[in-house]
């Protein structure tokens, strides 16, 4: 499986991004897929997921009612529409294949390359 993370930039505080990460490859085997970031020195953390077949999304809290996860089945990519951005949203950001609703990094077997948002004062 290979994942293709593009979208990412720079944006003042209060803008908006949408983050697209576009799978290919042994897809057949996808079931969930998420958006985690890491900013310097911290660990990564998760920041949303949605399943592919039933379309359940979960966030963290840090980004609920500003982000906004969605996928388009038929394209195999999956979207991530951030509003509302903050300071403390800058991060890189990845997308990954997983096999569970688990959140923890550790669970997902196939990332994408990551892509840097920069959130301006």
């Known amino acids: 499986v290979q994942l293709q993370a593009s979208g990412g930039g720079l944006v003042q505080a209060g803008g908006s991004l949408r983050l697209s990460c576009a799978a290919s490859?042994?897809?057949?085997?996808?079931?969930?897929m998420g958006w985690f970031r890491q900013a310097p020195g911290k660990e990564r953390e998760f920041v949303s997921l949605v399943t592919w077949s039933g379309g359940s999304t979960y966030y963290a809290e840090s980004v609920k009612g500003r982000f906004t996860i969605s996928r388009d089945s038929a394209k195999n990519t999956v979207y991530l529409q951030m509003n509302s951005l903050k300071p403390e949203d800058t991060a890189v950001y990845y997308c990954a294949l997983g096999t569970s609703i688990n959140p923890s990094p550790r669970t997902y077997p196939y990332w994408g390359q990551g892509t840097l948002v920069t959130v301006s004062s």
């Open positions: 490859g042994r897809t057949f085997s996808m079931y969930t």
